[in-house]
Protein backbone atom coordinates (compact mmCIF):
# COMPACT_ATOMS: atom_id res chain seq x y z
CA UNK A 1 0.00 0.00 0.00
CA UNK A 2 1.28 2.99 -1.15
CA UNK A 3 1.04 5.79 2.03
CA UNK A 4 0.90 9.53 2.20
CA UNK A 5 1.90 12.27 3.62
CA UNK A 6 -0.39 14.82 5.34
CA UNK A 7 -0.38 18.53 6.06
CA UNK A 8 -2.68 19.62 9.06
CA UNK A 9 -3.67 23.14 9.52
CA UNK A 10 -5.36 25.06 12.39
CA UNK A 11 -6.16 28.60 12.97
CA UNK A 12 -9.03 29.70 15.86
CA UNK A 13 -9.56 33.28 14.79
CA UNK A 14 -8.53 36.09 12.40
CA UNK A 15 -6.55 37.93 14.27
CA UNK A 16 -3.56 40.61 12.49
CA UNK A 17 -0.18 38.94 14.58
CA UNK A 18 -2.09 34.79 13.88
CA UNK A 19 -0.23 33.02 11.04
CA UNK A 20 -2.72 32.26 8.33
CA UNK A 21 -4.08 28.78 7.14
CA UNK A 22 -2.27 29.51 3.38
CA UNK A 23 0.96 30.56 5.38
CA UNK A 24 0.81 27.24 7.94
CA UNK A 25 0.42 24.72 4.56
CA UNK A 26 3.22 26.94 2.27
CA UNK A 27 5.47 26.65 4.96
CA UNK A 28 4.60 22.50 5.27
CA UNK A 29 5.09 22.07 2.31
CA UNK A 30 9.26 22.44 2.16
CA UNK A 31 8.85 19.43 4.20
CA UNK A 32 6.99 17.27 2.09
CA UNK A 33 8.65 14.07 0.73
CA UNK A 34 6.91 13.23 -2.06
CA UNK A 35 4.69 14.43 -4.01
CA UNK A 36 1.60 12.15 -3.07
CA UNK A 37 -0.13 14.39 -0.05
CA UNK A 38 -3.54 15.27 0.92
CA UNK A 39 -4.00 18.65 2.95
CA UNK A 40 -6.58 19.20 6.04
CA UNK A 41 -7.45 22.72 8.02
CA UNK A 42 -9.62 23.76 10.80
CA UNK A 43 -10.88 27.33 10.50
CA UNK A 44 -12.33 28.86 14.02
CA UNK A 45 -11.50 25.79 15.96
CA UNK A 46 -9.36 26.32 19.13
CA UNK A 47 -7.26 23.64 20.05
CA UNK A 48 -8.45 22.83 23.27
CA UNK A 49 -10.25 20.33 21.73
CA UNK A 50 -10.28 17.68 18.96
CA UNK A 51 -13.88 17.85 18.42
CA UNK A 52 -12.92 19.30 14.81
CA UNK A 53 -13.91 18.34 11.74
CA UNK A 54 -10.68 18.54 9.33
CA UNK A 55 -8.89 16.68 12.41
CA UNK A 56 -11.09 13.96 12.80
CA UNK A 57 -11.19 13.12 9.25
CA UNK A 58 -7.46 13.26 9.13
CA UNK A 59 -7.58 10.90 12.12
CA UNK A 60 -9.25 8.18 10.51
CA UNK A 61 -6.78 8.57 7.68
CA UNK A 62 -4.79 7.67 10.06
CA UNK A 63 -6.55 4.43 11.75
CA UNK A 64 -6.45 2.77 8.15
CA UNK A 65 -3.25 3.03 8.15
CA UNK A 66 -2.45 5.04 4.70
CA UNK A 67 -0.37 7.62 6.40
CA UNK A 68 3.10 8.41 6.66
CA UNK A 69 3.79 11.58 8.20
CA UNK A 70 1.79 14.32 9.34
CA UNK A 71 3.50 17.85 8.86
CA UNK A 72 2.32 20.95 11.07
CA UNK A 73 3.89 24.35 11.66
CA UNK A 74 3.67 24.02 15.00
CA UNK A 75 3.04 22.04 17.88
CA UNK A 76 -0.17 23.96 19.91
CA UNK A 77 -1.56 23.52 15.33
CA UNK A 78 -2.62 20.19 15.92
CA UNK A 79 -3.14 19.87 19.99
CA UNK A 80 -3.17 22.40 23.37
CA UNK A 81 -3.96 19.50 25.75
CA UNK A 82 -1.73 17.16 26.91
CA UNK A 83 -3.88 14.07 27.51
CA UNK A 84 -5.72 14.84 23.83
CA UNK A 85 -1.77 14.68 22.02
CA UNK A 86 -1.07 11.75 24.31
CA UNK A 87 -4.28 9.80 22.73
CA UNK A 88 -3.53 10.55 19.09
CA UNK A 89 0.42 9.75 20.01
CA UNK A 90 -0.71 6.42 20.81
CA UNK A 91 -1.98 6.16 17.10
CA UNK A 92 1.05 7.71 15.54
CA UNK A 93 2.86 5.04 16.75
CA UNK A 94 0.87 2.06 16.82
CA UNK A 95 0.33 3.05 12.69
CA UNK A 96 4.11 4.41 12.41
CA UNK A 97 2.92 7.83 11.81
CA UNK A 98 5.81 10.60 11.90
CA UNK A 99 5.11 14.26 12.97
CA UNK A 100 6.94 16.83 11.61
CA UNK A 101 6.72 20.25 13.32
CA UNK A 102 8.21 23.29 10.97
CA UNK A 103 8.97 25.50 13.90
CA UNK A 104 9.67 22.91 16.47
CA UNK A 105 12.58 21.03 15.13
CA UNK A 106 12.80 17.24 16.50
CA UNK A 107 11.41 13.82 15.15
CA UNK A 108 9.23 11.88 17.16
CA UNK A 109 10.48 8.69 16.18
CA UNK A 110 13.26 8.76 18.41
CA UNK A 111 13.18 8.89 22.73
CA UNK A 112 14.75 12.01 22.71
CA UNK A 113 11.94 13.90 20.46
CA UNK A 114 9.19 11.94 22.50
CA UNK A 115 10.28 13.63 25.36
CA UNK A 116 11.05 17.07 23.53
CA UNK A 117 7.52 16.56 22.80
CA UNK A 118 6.02 15.87 26.09
CA UNK A 119 7.85 18.75 27.48
CA UNK A 120 6.32 21.47 24.56
CA UNK A 121 3.03 19.79 25.39
CA UNK A 122 3.33 20.54 28.63
CA UNK A 123 4.46 24.55 27.92
CA UNK A 124 1.49 24.98 25.36
CA UNK A 125 -0.65 23.14 28.26
CA UNK A 126 0.49 25.95 30.51
CA UNK A 127 -0.01 28.74 28.19
CA UNK A 128 -3.53 27.71 27.78
CA UNK A 129 -4.34 27.74 31.00
CA UNK A 130 -2.65 31.65 31.63
CA UNK A 131 -5.00 32.84 29.04
CA UNK A 132 -7.68 31.01 30.85
CA UNK A 133 -6.45 33.01 33.91
CA UNK A 134 -6.28 36.33 32.08
CA UNK A 135 -9.69 36.09 30.53
CA UNK A 136 -10.82 35.64 34.29
CA UNK A 137 -8.82 38.60 35.59
CA UNK A 138 -10.29 40.07 32.81
CA UNK A 139 -13.52 39.36 33.60
CA UNK A 140 -12.98 40.42 37.06
CA UNK A 141 -11.51 43.64 36.23
CA UNK A 142 -14.62 44.49 33.78
CA UNK A 143 -17.19 44.01 36.38
CA UNK A 144 -15.41 46.21 38.61
CA UNK A 145 -15.42 48.88 36.06
CA UNK A 146 -19.25 48.31 35.77
CA UNK A 147 -18.97 46.85 32.04
CA UNK A 148 -20.93 44.55 30.54
CA UNK A 149 -20.71 40.63 32.01
CA UNK A 150 -22.06 38.60 28.88
CA UNK A 151 -25.51 37.18 28.51
CA UNK A 152 -28.81 38.21 27.72
CA UNK A 153 -29.98 41.90 28.68
CA UNK A 154 -32.59 41.13 31.54
CA UNK A 155 -36.42 41.22 31.47
CA UNK A 156 -36.93 45.35 31.78
CA UNK A 157 -34.34 46.31 29.31
CA UNK A 158 -31.96 46.37 25.96
CA UNK A 159 -28.69 45.84 25.33
CA UNK A 160 -26.94 48.67 23.77
CA UNK A 161 -23.63 49.55 22.77
CA UNK A 162 -21.18 52.34 24.85
CA UNK A 163 -17.86 53.33 25.04
CA UNK A 164 -16.43 54.15 28.92
CA UNK A 165 -12.65 55.64 28.67
CA UNK A 166 -12.05 54.65 24.71
CA UNK A 167 -12.78 50.93 25.28
CA UNK A 168 -16.32 49.90 24.04
CA UNK A 169 -18.56 48.07 25.72
CA UNK A 170 -22.53 47.09 26.39
CA UNK A 171 -24.98 48.25 28.66
CA UNK A 172 -28.61 48.36 29.20
CA UNK A 173 -31.14 50.91 28.76
CA UNK A 174 -34.84 50.77 29.55
CA UNK A 175 -37.20 49.24 27.28
CA UNK A 176 -40.31 50.79 28.48
CA UNK A 177 -42.73 48.15 27.60
CA UNK A 178 -41.00 45.92 29.59
CA UNK A 179 -40.29 47.89 32.40
CA UNK A 180 -44.38 48.65 33.20
CA UNK A 181 -44.67 44.86 33.37
CA UNK A 182 -41.39 44.49 35.97
CA UNK A 183 -42.66 47.49 38.01
CA UNK A 184 -46.30 45.61 38.05
CA UNK A 185 -44.46 42.23 38.89
CA UNK A 186 -42.54 44.03 41.78
CA UNK A 187 -46.58 46.06 42.81
CA UNK A 188 -48.61 42.58 43.03
CA UNK A 189 -45.96 40.69 44.90
CA UNK A 190 -45.62 43.22 48.00
CA UNK A 191 -49.55 43.42 47.56
CA UNK A 192 -49.97 40.07 48.15
CA UNK A 193 -49.87 37.88 45.35
CA UNK A 194 -47.99 34.80 45.32
CA UNK A 195 -45.03 34.34 42.75
CA UNK A 196 -47.09 31.46 40.95
CA UNK A 197 -50.07 33.79 40.55
CA UNK A 198 -48.04 36.55 38.71
CA UNK A 199 -46.06 33.94 36.73
CA UNK A 200 -49.83 32.58 35.83
CA UNK A 201 -51.52 36.06 34.96
CA UNK A 202 -48.34 36.84 32.79
CA UNK A 203 -48.57 33.24 30.67
CA UNK A 204 -52.65 33.95 30.43
CA UNK A 205 -51.73 37.31 29.18
CA UNK A 206 -49.08 35.83 26.57
CA UNK A 207 -46.50 38.20 28.19
CA UNK A 208 -43.37 36.82 25.94
CA UNK A 209 -39.82 36.09 28.59
CA UNK A 210 -36.75 36.84 27.23
CA UNK A 211 -35.84 33.86 26.35
CA UNK A 212 -39.41 33.43 24.74
CA UNK A 213 -40.24 30.60 27.54
CA UNK A 214 -43.11 29.64 29.88
CA UNK A 215 -42.96 32.13 32.98
CA UNK A 216 -42.79 30.13 36.03
CA UNK A 217 -42.00 30.94 40.02
CA UNK A 218 -38.12 30.57 39.54
CA UNK A 219 -38.15 33.46 36.94
CA UNK A 220 -40.10 35.30 39.16
CA UNK A 221 -38.10 34.91 42.13
CA UNK A 222 -35.02 35.31 39.98
CA UNK A 223 -36.47 38.59 38.73
CA UNK A 224 -37.80 40.00 42.39
CA UNK A 225 -33.99 39.29 43.97
CA UNK A 226 -31.94 40.44 41.51
CA UNK A 227 -30.15 43.82 42.19
CA UNK A 228 -30.18 44.29 38.82
CA UNK A 229 -33.10 46.57 39.01
CA UNK A 230 -32.52 48.46 41.79
CA UNK A 231 -31.86 52.23 41.90
CA UNK A 232 -28.87 51.30 43.89
CA UNK A 233 -28.61 53.57 47.55
CA UNK A 234 -26.90 53.02 51.10
CA UNK A 235 -29.54 50.87 52.20
CA UNK A 236 -28.43 48.64 49.14
CA UNK A 237 -24.97 49.15 49.82
CA UNK A 238 -25.64 47.88 53.19
CA UNK A 239 -28.03 45.18 52.50
CA UNK A 240 -25.66 43.38 50.01
CA UNK A 241 -22.68 43.52 52.03
CA UNK A 242 -25.18 41.69 54.91
CA UNK A 243 -25.41 39.21 52.35
CA UNK A 244 -21.71 38.45 52.23
CA UNK A 245 -21.45 40.22 49.11
CA UNK A 246 -17.71 41.73 48.17
CA UNK A 247 -18.44 44.87 47.38
CA UNK A 248 -16.04 46.76 44.71
CA UNK A 249 -17.84 50.56 44.89
CA UNK A 250 -17.43 52.58 47.93
CA UNK A 251 -20.88 53.35 49.74
CA UNK A 252 -20.34 57.07 48.71
CA UNK A 253 -20.94 55.85 44.83
CA UNK A 254 -24.51 54.60 45.97
CA UNK A 255 -26.48 57.88 44.81
CA UNK A 256 -29.63 55.88 43.87
CA UNK A 257 -29.63 55.59 40.75
CA UNK A 258 -27.57 52.84 38.93
CA UNK A 259 -28.41 48.79 39.02
CA UNK A 260 -26.24 46.38 40.33
CA UNK A 261 -24.27 43.52 38.74
CA UNK A 262 -23.60 40.39 41.49
CA UNK A 263 -20.82 37.68 39.45
CA UNK A 264 -18.17 35.91 41.05
CA UNK A 265 -17.53 31.57 40.36
CA UNK A 266 -20.03 29.53 40.41
CA UNK A 267 -18.60 26.52 41.86
CA UNK A 268 -17.78 28.40 45.11
CA UNK A 269 -21.60 29.80 45.11
CA UNK A 270 -23.38 28.66 47.74
CA UNK A 271 -27.25 28.29 47.35
CA UNK A 272 -28.99 30.93 45.37
CA UNK A 273 -26.89 33.69 43.56
CA UNK A 274 -28.79 36.37 44.90
CA UNK A 275 -29.42 34.90 48.52
CA UNK A 276 -25.94 34.63 49.78
CA UNK A 277 -23.38 36.61 48.23
CA UNK A 278 -20.27 35.41 50.60
CA UNK A 279 -18.00 34.19 47.30
CA UNK A 280 -19.68 37.05 44.87
CA UNK A 281 -18.59 40.30 44.07
CA UNK A 282 -20.84 43.21 43.85
CA UNK A 283 -20.15 46.32 41.35
CA UNK A 284 -22.67 49.20 40.31
CA UNK A 285 -23.38 49.05 36.30
CA UNK A 286 -23.38 51.38 33.95
CA UNK A 287 -27.14 51.44 33.46
CA UNK A 288 -29.59 53.28 35.57
CA UNK A 289 -31.85 50.78 37.75
CA UNK A 290 -35.85 50.87 37.03
CA UNK A 291 -37.06 49.83 40.95
CA UNK A 292 -37.02 51.96 43.76
CA UNK A 293 -34.61 51.09 46.68
CA UNK A 294 -37.46 51.19 49.55
CA UNK A 295 -40.05 48.81 47.11
CA UNK A 296 -37.63 46.48 46.25
CA UNK A 297 -35.89 46.62 50.18
CA UNK A 298 -39.53 45.69 51.02
CA UNK A 299 -39.74 42.78 48.64
CA UNK A 300 -36.44 41.12 49.75
CA UNK A 301 -38.29 41.37 53.57
CA UNK A 302 -41.47 40.30 52.14
CA UNK A 303 -39.49 36.68 50.32
CA UNK A 304 -37.15 36.70 53.27
CA UNK A 305 -40.24 36.52 55.73
CA UNK A 306 -42.31 34.09 53.71
CA UNK A 307 -38.78 31.52 53.17
CA UNK A 308 -38.65 31.54 56.59
CA UNK A 309 -42.26 30.63 57.28
CA UNK A 310 -42.75 28.42 54.65
CA UNK A 311 -45.57 25.85 54.46
CA UNK A 312 -44.88 23.55 53.16
CA UNK A 313 -44.28 20.10 54.61
CA UNK A 314 -46.63 20.81 57.05
CA UNK A 315 -50.29 19.70 55.58
CA UNK A 316 -52.32 16.72 57.19
CA UNK A 317 -53.42 15.06 53.79
CA UNK A 318 -50.09 12.87 53.58
CA UNK A 319 -47.24 12.51 55.71
CA UNK A 320 -45.20 12.83 52.97
CA UNK A 321 -45.58 16.15 51.67
CA UNK A 322 -42.62 18.81 51.07
CA UNK A 323 -40.67 15.58 50.25
CA UNK A 324 -41.92 15.11 46.90
CA UNK A 325 -40.73 17.07 43.80
CA UNK A 326 -41.36 16.70 40.24
CA UNK A 327 -38.55 16.60 37.69
CA UNK A 328 -39.10 19.87 36.32
CA UNK A 329 -37.92 21.33 40.13
CA UNK A 330 -41.56 21.85 41.66
CA UNK A 331 -43.14 20.18 44.67
CA UNK A 332 -46.26 18.37 44.43
CA UNK A 333 -49.24 19.29 46.82
CA UNK A 334 -51.95 16.96 47.68
CA UNK A 335 -55.15 17.14 46.28
CA UNK A 336 -58.88 15.41 47.43
CA UNK A 337 -61.10 14.30 44.82
CA UNK A 338 -64.47 12.63 44.75
CA UNK A 339 -66.59 10.82 42.08
CA UNK A 340 -69.98 12.13 41.09
CA UNK A 341 -71.76 8.88 42.08
CA UNK A 342 -69.65 8.40 44.90
CA UNK A 343 -69.26 9.14 48.71
CA UNK A 344 -65.66 8.45 49.18
CA UNK A 345 -62.75 11.05 48.18
CA UNK A 346 -59.34 9.81 47.04
CA UNK A 347 -56.08 12.26 46.97
CA UNK A 348 -53.92 12.81 44.39
CA UNK A 349 -50.80 14.37 43.84
CA UNK A 350 -50.20 17.12 41.88
CA UNK A 351 -47.09 19.22 40.39
CA UNK A 352 -47.08 22.67 41.52
CA UNK A 353 -45.19 23.89 38.26
CA UNK A 354 -48.59 23.43 36.62
CA UNK A 355 -50.68 26.19 38.14
CA UNK A 356 -48.48 28.17 36.05
CA UNK A 357 -48.19 25.91 32.87
CA UNK A 358 -44.14 25.52 33.11
CA UNK A 359 -44.21 22.07 34.13
CA UNK A 360 -43.13 20.56 30.75
CA UNK A 361 -43.99 16.82 32.15
CA UNK A 362 -47.26 14.80 30.96
CA UNK A 363 -50.03 14.92 33.44
CA UNK A 364 -49.94 12.10 35.47
CA UNK A 365 -53.03 11.66 38.30
CA UNK A 366 -51.00 9.55 41.45
CA UNK A 367 -52.67 8.75 44.46
CA UNK A 368 -51.07 9.36 47.74
CA UNK A 369 -52.30 5.72 48.66
CA UNK A 370 -49.40 4.33 46.25
CA UNK A 371 -46.94 6.31 46.56
CA UNK A 372 -47.20 6.12 50.50
CA UNK A 373 -47.22 2.57 50.05
CA UNK A 374 -44.04 2.62 48.17
CA UNK A 375 -42.12 5.09 50.56
CA UNK A 376 -43.26 2.69 53.33
CA UNK A 377 -41.60 -0.21 51.81
CA UNK A 378 -38.62 2.07 51.20
CA UNK A 379 -38.17 3.53 54.89
CA UNK A 380 -38.06 0.48 56.41
CA UNK A 381 -35.72 -1.38 54.27
CA UNK A 382 -33.73 1.92 54.43
CA UNK A 383 -34.00 1.98 58.31
CA UNK A 384 -33.07 -1.63 58.71
CA UNK A 385 -29.71 -0.86 56.73
CA UNK A 386 -29.08 1.61 59.14
CA UNK A 387 -30.07 -0.56 62.25
CA UNK A 388 -26.94 -2.92 61.10
CA UNK A 389 -24.47 0.31 61.15
CA UNK A 390 -25.82 1.83 64.23
CA UNK A 391 -24.13 -0.56 66.20
CA UNK A 392 -20.97 0.67 64.54
CA UNK A 393 -18.46 3.32 67.26
CA UNK A 394 -15.68 4.02 65.11
CA UNK A 395 -16.93 4.98 61.20
CA UNK A 396 -14.09 5.09 59.86
CA UNK A 397 -12.70 1.25 61.09
CA UNK A 398 -14.82 -0.79 59.54
CA UNK A 399 -13.74 -3.53 58.10
CA UNK A 400 -15.13 -2.19 55.02
CA UNK A 401 -14.18 0.89 54.54
CA UNK A 402 -10.54 -0.55 55.29
CA UNK A 403 -10.44 -2.48 52.59
CA UNK A 404 -10.98 0.19 50.26
CA UNK A 405 -8.79 2.09 51.31
CA UNK A 406 -6.20 -0.63 51.22
CA UNK A 407 -7.01 -0.76 47.22
CA UNK A 408 -6.39 3.36 47.20
CA UNK A 409 -3.18 2.56 48.22
CA UNK A 410 -2.39 0.07 46.20
CA UNK A 411 -3.64 2.01 43.42
CA UNK A 412 -1.23 5.09 44.12
CA UNK A 413 1.63 2.35 44.82
CA UNK A 414 1.16 1.30 40.87
CA UNK A 415 0.40 5.24 39.41
CA UNK A 416 3.71 6.15 41.11
CA UNK A 417 5.70 2.81 39.52
CA UNK A 418 4.20 4.02 36.41
CA UNK A 419 5.79 7.61 37.17
CA UNK A 420 8.76 6.11 37.86
CA UNK A 421 9.29 4.20 34.70
CA UNK A 422 8.22 7.93 32.84
CA UNK A 423 11.23 9.97 34.72
CA UNK A 424 13.60 6.88 33.55
CA UNK A 425 12.39 7.54 30.28
CA UNK A 426 10.98 4.62 29.41
CA UNK A 427 9.98 3.95 25.78
CA UNK A 428 6.02 3.09 26.97
CA UNK A 429 6.06 5.95 29.13
CA UNK A 430 3.71 7.98 26.83
CA UNK A 431 1.16 4.75 26.51
CA UNK A 432 1.76 3.98 30.44
CA UNK A 433 0.52 7.42 31.38
CA UNK A 434 -2.43 7.72 28.29
CA UNK A 435 -3.50 3.94 29.38
CA UNK A 436 -3.09 3.14 32.75
CA UNK A 437 -2.77 6.44 35.00
CA UNK A 438 -5.82 7.78 33.91
CA UNK A 439 -7.86 4.26 34.34
CA UNK A 440 -6.10 3.84 38.12
CA UNK A 441 -7.15 7.68 38.90
CA UNK A 442 -11.20 7.16 37.51
CA UNK A 443 -10.89 3.44 39.64
CA UNK A 444 -9.49 5.55 42.73
CA UNK A 445 -12.21 8.35 42.64
CA UNK A 446 -14.65 5.52 42.22
CA UNK A 447 -13.12 4.04 45.44
CA UNK A 448 -13.34 7.25 47.01
CA UNK A 449 -16.92 8.07 46.90
CA UNK A 450 -18.00 4.55 48.20
CA UNK A 451 -15.53 5.34 51.29
CA UNK A 452 -17.76 8.69 51.43
CA UNK A 453 -21.15 7.19 50.88
CA UNK A 454 -20.37 3.85 53.78
CA UNK A 455 -19.24 7.14 55.99
CA UNK A 456 -22.30 8.64 55.37
CA UNK A 457 -25.00 5.92 55.80
CA UNK A 458 -22.99 5.30 59.13
CA UNK A 459 -23.22 8.76 60.42
CA UNK A 460 -26.31 8.68 59.66
CA UNK A 461 -27.61 5.72 61.24
CA UNK A 462 -25.33 7.39 64.33
CA UNK A 463 -27.05 10.70 64.34
CA UNK A 464 -30.79 9.21 64.27
CA UNK A 465 -32.73 10.55 67.67
CA UNK A 466 -35.04 7.67 67.34
CA UNK A 467 -35.27 4.27 68.44
CA UNK A 468 -34.98 2.14 65.28
CA UNK A 469 -36.43 -1.02 66.50
CA UNK A 470 -39.62 0.59 67.95
CA UNK A 471 -40.12 2.43 64.49
CA UNK A 472 -39.65 -1.24 62.55
CA UNK A 473 -42.45 -2.73 64.85
CA UNK A 474 -45.07 0.18 65.52
CA UNK A 475 -45.17 1.87 62.10
CA UNK A 476 -48.81 0.88 61.43
CA UNK A 477 -50.06 2.76 64.20
CA UNK A 478 -48.48 6.01 63.99
CA UNK A 479 -49.69 8.97 63.46
CA UNK A 480 -49.74 11.02 59.92
CA UNK A 481 -47.34 13.79 61.96
CA UNK A 482 -45.11 11.14 63.45
CA UNK A 483 -44.36 9.12 60.14
CA UNK A 484 -43.80 13.11 58.71
CA UNK A 485 -40.80 13.00 61.22
CA UNK A 486 -39.88 10.04 60.71
CA UNK A 487 -39.54 9.99 56.72
CA UNK A 488 -38.17 13.91 56.64
CA UNK A 489 -34.80 12.07 58.99
CA UNK A 490 -34.38 9.37 56.53
CA UNK A 491 -35.63 10.79 52.85
CA UNK A 492 -33.78 13.66 51.51
CA UNK A 493 -36.51 13.87 48.37
CA UNK A 494 -38.55 12.44 45.98
CA UNK A 495 -38.34 12.98 42.67
CA UNK A 496 -41.72 11.89 40.34
CA UNK A 497 -41.57 11.35 36.21
CA UNK A 498 -44.80 10.07 35.42
CA UNK A 499 -45.05 7.68 38.18
CA UNK A 500 -41.49 6.57 38.26
CA UNK A 501 -40.06 7.57 42.05
CA UNK A 502 -36.56 8.28 42.82
CA UNK A 503 -36.07 8.23 46.05
CA UNK A 504 -32.71 10.22 47.41
CA UNK A 505 -31.80 9.17 50.97
CA UNK A 506 -29.51 11.38 53.55
Not at 24 to 50: A, H, M, P, R, V
Amino acid sequence: MNKIEVIYARQSVDKRDSISIETQINDCKKKLDTENFSIFYDKGYSGKSTDRPQFQEMMNEVRKGIVSKIIIYKFDRISRSLIDFLSMQQDFSKYGVKLVSCSEDFDTSTQMGKMILNILMMFAEMERENIQQRIKDNYYARGEKGFYLGGPAPFGYNKIETTVNGLKTYTFEENKDESKILLKIFNDYINGKSMSEIARGLNNDKVISKRNRPWCETAIARMLKNPVYVKANADIYNYLQGLGGTMTNPVEDYIGKYGCYVYGTTEKRKGSKFTNLKNDFVSLGLHEGIIEPSLWLNVQGLINKKKNHSNLGTGSLSWLQGLVKCKCGYTYYVKKHKNKNSVKEYKYLYCRGRKNNSCPYPKTMLAVKDLEEIAEAEILSRLEELKELKSVEVVRDTPEINELKIQIANIDKKINNIIESIAEGSDISVSYLNQHIEKLDSEKNKILEEIAKQELKANKASSLNFDIDYILTGWQDFTIETKKKIAKEVIQEIVLEGRTADFIFY
